[in-house]
């Protein structure tokens, strides 16, 4: 089969490789009809994650055709076409029965905090991903969902990882009504936050970032106010006084390790890599919302240390919380806000490549070129049909 294929960092190539087979009897095999490059991704093309082997397939949003399944799965069959959450995870582990899906404690022996995760390095448990024509979903009888019947399989594979983290991030902020909520980033999970945070209230939306053809999209999009953040000296004090000197309600890092906007956090955690990545979304979260405010981070970081103001939070009351979204969780009610026009996922992708042109696809995405917001990559029997 046809699979995208890691050669190191910034090497990635279209390349052959075996078919997966069914393994345990809860693995189904599914046929790709769609697969996006995420934001996160981009950490493991950029060589900051971890073990990330050569050979490996990345790719955790994806959509496809069950082809076959195993002798124990017993709500899927041939023929029927899923979303695949990018969690991977049992059901019935202790975390798992919280509706911690991203914590499972049976799919990844590599760690003691994410569970496992398709195409995301060994230290996610070392499963290929989707960006292939072919791929094995273990725990085929919990993660895989059918799509609905009206729903377009564009919308469909935005809600595997973009749209569920984005209203995840808004949903750990607490947001109450008539909040003002600030999100630092704006690739699509900071646009899908943008657009959840009115969904649950929020009675103010700011996004920050440095882009101007993300910047506009977002303000099209989500019908929220933006900030350069180029334009600004001190994050804090510019945020600050457009709230009448108190600072935010809720601050979200939609941007993770790679962010832009402080020399030494880039030196010290993308650079030297001396830290879990550059932190400084972090620094302006926690300095930029007001006492007693709330914090969420859905952004990626690596597994080391980070330098986070630590002492600001506790001194501020704040509240912090963050995770890998639980996928599965939100689907009914976002299912629901779709198929109601309150949110129409696929107006977000920008680029449909076929997977032949990975590479391609992988530099425009990482390059920001051709005003890319997001780039879905389609295998050639599905692009020729």
Known sequence: MLAMNYRGPYRVRAAHKAEPEIEHPDDAIVRVTRSCICGSDLHLYHGLVPDTRVGTTFGHEFTGVVEAVGSAVQHLKPGDHVLVPFNIFCGICYFCQKELYSNCHETNPEATAVGGIYGYSHTTGGYDGGQAEYVRVPMADVGPTVIPPDMDVDDAVLLTDALPTGYQAAEMGDIEEGDTVVIFGAGPVGIFAAKSAWLLGAGRVIVVDHIEYRLQFV???????????????????????????????????????EAAGSFAHTLLGVKLKLQGGAATVLHW?????????????????????????????????????????????????????????????????????????????????????????????????????
């Open 219 to 257: 303000r099209q999009y989500a019908q929220c106010e933006v900030i350069d953040f180029k334009q600004v000296g001190d994050m804090a004090i510019h945020i600050k006084k457009m709230t009448e000197g108190l600072g935010a309600d809720v601050c979200i890092d939609c941007v993770g390790c």
């Open 285 to 385: 979260c926690i300095n930029s919302v007001r006492k007693g405010g709330r914090v969420s981070i859905v952004g990626v970081y690596g597994p080391t240390f980070n330098a986070v103001p630590i002492g600001n939070a506790l001194n501020k009351g704040l509240t912090l919380r963050m995770n890998q979204a639980s996928v599965k969780r939100h689907l009914p009610r976002l299912i629901e806000h779709i198929q109601a026009g309150r949110i129409d996922p696929k107006r977000v992708i920008t680029h449909r490549i076929d997977l032949c042109d990975v590479a391609d696809a992988y530099h425009l995405f990482s390059s920001k070129l051709d005003n890319c917001i997001k780039t879905v990559l389609v295998p050639p029997a599905s692009l020729a049909a």
